[in-house]
């Protein structure tokens, strides 16, 4: 069984939110778990119907919704570094940069998601899918 | 040649419909059709300039616009695996689950996708173009 | 240091701008440098808090949001060849049709990109941040 979303917007009552959000990490690649942060932000701002644009500022880094479990975020970091892996002899390093890894992996994370608010809150966070459906954001530290 | 759209929104007269489908799936991997439910649903919606966000509701399920061609859906189900094969020992099966693969396929896929409703319709269900331009809802059986 | 964008979006006083861009390209893969085209719309349009929807308009196109850099343009080439190679052999040329990799690719690519306006710019447009950030559209001739 699937099921799907689907949401037609025409808005008014013109009410627009934008935070940013700022993450110190340490490590050369870092999975931040992102939920909490936004639906404080979702609550806060009052929107009862409207979406919630989740955009990375940063071309190496990209924003996903999946499981937030510590096994699977080490599955899925083995898996970017085996489709888009760590190699001296990017093109791109001709610019002194060494970094060509991070913006494939970044082009397969995506930018960024889109997330429907209904009656004031995520729709994925209700209910029993609100323990699988979590936000997280992946780069590489800048 | 190629063609893209610039669409950028500022919308009033507040009309927001929200809609869930379900599809009821046999097989471990599932391609559905989405494209005649959605144009109903925009018709139905009244939804005259806006946009649609067509969103999965299970995190191994996605969302994507493609030909909708028997044999594609073929290549494609055959080359999600071959990026993100079904493995014994992902590190996500310890916790007792056995889809760490469905779980990349979806980040592949990617979860959701926004089209532009333009004059009433989806502007990419006009002209020559509407046999070429689908929506498919992919995903596992939860 | 990653920082993320969070948007949540109720709009009214309707302003809806949709615009077509077309590129002849001439060679089978073109990627296409959108900012400049993009960046003239937004401030012809006017729209000053809203979200801007760049959508490929064929199904072997995409829309990304990279460096625009073409050490990195020819690596994201290469890259896209070696996931979804050129084949003779997908199920998708039994039509006829022989670009089962084009379609492969996009789905890699992805669609459509969602881009925050504020303050009647792209935020992505600004600052430090602006030599780095760029739309770019990758696709095959038709």
Request: aromatic residues 8%; glycine residues 6%; negative net charge.
């Amino acid at each position: 069984m699937a099921s799907f979303l689907f949401s037609s917007l025409e808005l008014s009552e013109m009410k627009s939110v934008t935070e940013y959000l700022k993450f110190h990490t340490t490590t050369h690649r870092a999975y931040v778990h992102l939920t909490p942060q936004i639906e404080e932000i979702v609550r806060r701002s009052g929107v009862q119907e409207g979406m919630a644009l989740v955009s990375a500022m940063h071309i190496t880094a990209g924003v996903y919704i999946n499981d937030n479990e510590s096994g699977l975020i080490e599955d899925i970091d083995q898996w970017l570094e085996h489709l888009a892996p760590f190699r001296k002899n990017y093109k791109h390093h001709e610019t002194g940069e060494d970094n060509g890894d991070s913006h494939l992996k970044a082009l397969l994370i995506h930018h960024e998601v889109i997330v429907p608010i209904t009656a004031g809150s995520w729709i994925w966070a209700r209910g029993s899918e609100s323990s699988m459906r979590n936000l997280t954001a992946s780069g590489t530290s800048a």
